[in-house]
């Protein structure tokens, strides 16, 4: 071997790690086609959703610290100076989201079980998944970041009021046991995810997210294969009211270059009001 030529296996894992990334960022490049594989694998062979369901809540926490290595301390200060950003946040994901969910349940379903879980849908945070869209989106992952945590941390004080209010139905809210899994699952991921921050802008991040995101799926299809399996054809429309419901939130999140004009601030508003908690 020449003097400056890396051992064999020194080679091998230069290799390996290359091999890698290359799936890495295939899965990223190709995400929405792998999330429709890892909803249908959960349908057809339940067994591997199941299994990962018992994971579920590593798995966010996880997925929320992969999405925290991709900012540091000094973009969330930027972020919390701006507090009217968080209060417009705010305002979109409860408020007029919350009126599409009632109003697209009646829509589909008229009355009964599936309006009022439509409605619920409409009056849910935003979903853990949202800063990970936003990362590939190129927006302000810092401000995603604290969107979603935010959001999360009121809703077990906001949806119960905001569903009574629309639905004359009253949730049943276990405040302590769902305050101690957003400090688990979003609070302390996110701190250890910017201490270790390393300073620069790994392309892997959106990938390795991109892959947790479709386990989490699976654990959350797998369970209720049966259920989803036993609407049959009318599963289709109960799949095109969350989809409307998600389009809307396009639409409302663009209310945001009200006070906005800049691109990454958009995209963020734009998928922290339509991607709701699943």
């Known amino acids: 071997l020449p003097d400056n030529a890396p051992p064999p ?28 594989v890892a ?6 062979i339940p067994e591997t959703g199941n299994f990962f369901a018992s994971f579920i809540g590593p798995l966010l926490a996880l997925l929320m ?22 209060f417009l946040a705010l305002i979109l994901v409860y408020g007029p989201m919350s009126i599409a969910g009632l109003l697209t349940g009646r829509l589909f379903f008229g009355s009964g079980s599936l309006a009022a879980g439509q409605t619920l849908l409409g009056t849910l945070p935003t979903d853990v998944s949202s800063p990970l869209l936003v990362l590939m989106a190129r927006g302000n992952i810092a401000l995603a970041a604290v969107f979603n945590a935010v959001n999360t941390a009121l809703s077990p004080f906001i949806v119960p009021f905001l569903f009574l209010w629309l639905t004359g139905i009253k949730l049943e809210v276990p405040l302590g046991s769902i305050i101690l899994e957003l400090v688990l699952i979003v609070l302390i991921p996110t701190i250890i995810g910017v201490s270790l921050r390393t300073g620069r802008h790994d392309s892997a991040y959106a990938g ?71």
């Open 39 to 44: 909803a249908g694998l959960g349908l057809i």
């Open 208 to 278: 390795l997210g991109s892959i947790i995101y479709l386990l989490i799926l699976l654990a959350v299809v797998g369970p209720n294969a049966e259920t989803i399996i036993g609407y049959g054809w009318y599963a289709f429309v109960i799949a095109g009211a969350a989809l409307l419901l998600n389009l809307i939130g396009y639409l409302v999140g663009m209310a945001s270059r009200l006070i906005t004009i800049d691109r990454k601030e958009v995209i963020t508003y734009i998928f922290t009001v339509s991607k709701k908690e699943f």
């Open 9 to 36: 296996s020194v080679k091998n894992h230069q290799l390996e790690l290359g091999n890698m990334s290359r799936l890495i960022s295939f899965v990223e490049s190709h995400l929405v086609w792998f999330v429709i």
């Open 65 to 86: 610290l992969v999405i925290s290595l991709t900012f540091d301390a000094h973009d969330v200060r930027l972020v919390l100076r701006k507090p009217s950003r968080q």
